[in-house]
């Protein structure tokens, strides 16, 4: 972890020098441990090609019904997204408020019922209705699903907003920083840009100040969408206004390696199958100066992961025997950018697809007080609820359930690229009890991620309880070597929402 989060990397950014360092590091690292390259061409790396999108120019504009064009502030009141498909873009249309932009038919939800959006631009908020069970609700929150749901109903552009409470978690002036960035993704073997919606021609985050201009021209009043919304109840309608998005856009082609290892199992009947353990080794890089330090070191954000992992690696290695299954060792690239290695990496595996039987991801594991529990994002999907469960008792722990429920973190890292291709996985994370009543470990994360997430400041100097290492380390060692040994692959339980969508059949 020290070498990992050291200035010298320069933040692991993907596509950039320090992050290939560090790539380079950890292949090493698990060479000495006896890994063998699993990834391309005998290697322990796995190529992902890339596309950087930065935005040169953006204007977001709006006309109400009766009065003048409103040219809205950038950043202040908004920020445009530039386009991987476009070197530039233009469109305008009716604006639609579209709720969260939500089609759940399970749940009996959908917000865009009785709603015609062909053509138009629509406006949604970020997140998924609060009474929306945790993970169901996460998957409804990601950004690709909204996407590919205005997309498929004919929408030619898209506004994202926030309600006051996710503004309160992560500020719109932090928002704004990150979004004004560059974008990526990852180009297929035909040279495309993945995951895109052309239909979309243009899209931007909308601020509150921009918010609140908007809604100036509204029938409905601002604070009562904003009350509706915080209630999981919105209302979708039509607003008298035409919204312009325009923009133009640099591309940029990168690479950056996934790194990946295998260490094979003892059962010549399961040792073509494979535990696929991952942490993504990538961070921001270098970017805007908090208090003079350009360098975004992402100690805890994931080098702890990272390190974690190859601490998990070295343990199955130099046990008395290996575990029955192969064991893959995978460190993504370009998580930070929207888990592109991860995606990838599930979507183009370096062993037969179908070989992959489960998952177990390690993402900022903030280690500040003595653990007495942990979170296990997905157990409770498939099998290895009972496997974790097991495993977290044998390392003196307790299972509590998710409590960032607004957080939406099961879809929010690299465990659900390859949820997503149907492979059973588990993210553990530190639980918020701690054995020592004087530490609150709900206070302690939240100040972390108010005053260090994807911050400078989360660095080498934070503190870190050494006793929770270690016992974390364990936990996770546990659950990957359960999982390895037993004879039965993972499945998904019957009727699971993660298993009926992406399960294979």
Not at 233 to 253: C, M, N, Q, R
């Amino acid at each position: 972890m020290e070498f990992l989060a050291n200035d010298l990397l320069e933040g692991r950014e993907a596509g950039t020098r320090g992050y290939d360092v560090a790539a380079k590091y950890v292949a090493s690292v698990l060479q000495t441990y006896g890994y063998e390259p699993a990834g391309a061409s005998g290697t322990f790396f796995q190529s992902v090609p890339l596309l950087e999108s930065r935005l040169t120019k953006g204007e977001l504009t709006f006309a109400p019904k009766s009065g003048q064009a409103v040219g809205l502030d950038l950043p202040i009141d908004a920020v445009v997204a530039p386009s991987h498909v476009r070197p530039s873009f233009d469109v305008t249309g009716p604006l639609v408020y579209v709720g969260f932009g939500v089609t759940a038919p399970e749940l009996k939800y959908d917000d865009y019922a009785g709603i015609d959006v062909r053509g138009k631009i629509v406006l949604l908020l970020r997140n998924a209705p609060a009474q929306f069970p945790s993970e169901p609700r996460a998957h409804y929150s990601a950004l690709d699903q909204k996407l590919k749901n205005a997309a498929d109903r004919g929408a030619v552009g898209v506004l994202i907003a926030a309600l006051p409470s996710d503004l309160k978690r992560f500020s719109w002036e932090r928002t704004a920083q990150i979004a004004s960035g560059p974008l990526m993704t990852w180009i297929d073997a035909q040279g495309q840009p993945a995951n895109q919606h052309p239909e979309l021609q243009g899209g931007a985050l909308l601020g509150p100040t921009g918010a609140t201009k908007l809604f100036a021209h509204s029938p409905t009043p601002l604070d009562d969408v904003y009350a509706a919304g915080e209630s999981g109840k919105p209302e979708s309608f039509e607003l008298p206004v035409t919204v312009t998005i325009k923009g133009t856009t640099a591309h940029e082609k990168k690479s950056s390696p996934n790194v990946v290892g295998v260490l094979t199992g003892r059962d010549p009947a399961l040792a073509k199958s494979y535990v696929v353990l991952t942490a993504h080794l990538d961070h921001a890089g270098i970017g805007p100066a908090v208090s003079g330090d350009t360098i975004y070191n992402g100690a805890y954000d994931n080098a702890a992961g990272s390190a974690i992992l190859l601490e998990v690696a070295r343990a199955i290695a130099e046990a008395p025997e290996r575990p029955r299954r192969s064991v893959l060792i995978t460190f993504v690239t370009a998580e930070e950018k929207g888990l592109l290695g991860s995606d990838y990496f599930a979507r183009n595996p370096t062993v037969p697809p179908d070989a992959l039987v489960a998952n177990v991801n390690l993402d900022m594991p903030v280690l500040q007080w003595p653990l007495a529990d942990v979170v296990a994002f997905g157990a409770e999907n498939s099998s290895l609820g009972t496997v974790v469960a097991q495993a977290v008792k044998s390392a003196g722990l307790k299972l509590s359930p998710d409590p960032l429920p607004d957080e939406n973190l099961f879809v929010r890292s690299d465990q659900y690229s390859l949820v997503k291709q149907g492979v059973p996985a588990v993210y553990l994370m530190p639980g918020f009890t701690s054995s020592d009543p004087e530490k609150d470990g709900g206070k302690i994360l939240g100040a972390f991620l108010a005053s260090h997430y994807h911050q400078p400041s989360d660095d080498l100097s934070l503190p870190m309880d050494l006793s929770a290492v270690q016992t974390f380390t364990h936990a996770n060692y546990l659950i990957a070597v359960a999982i390895a040994n037993d004879p039965q692959a993972p499945t998904w339980k019957p009727g699971n929402f993660f298993g009926e969508r992406f399960g294979r059949r």
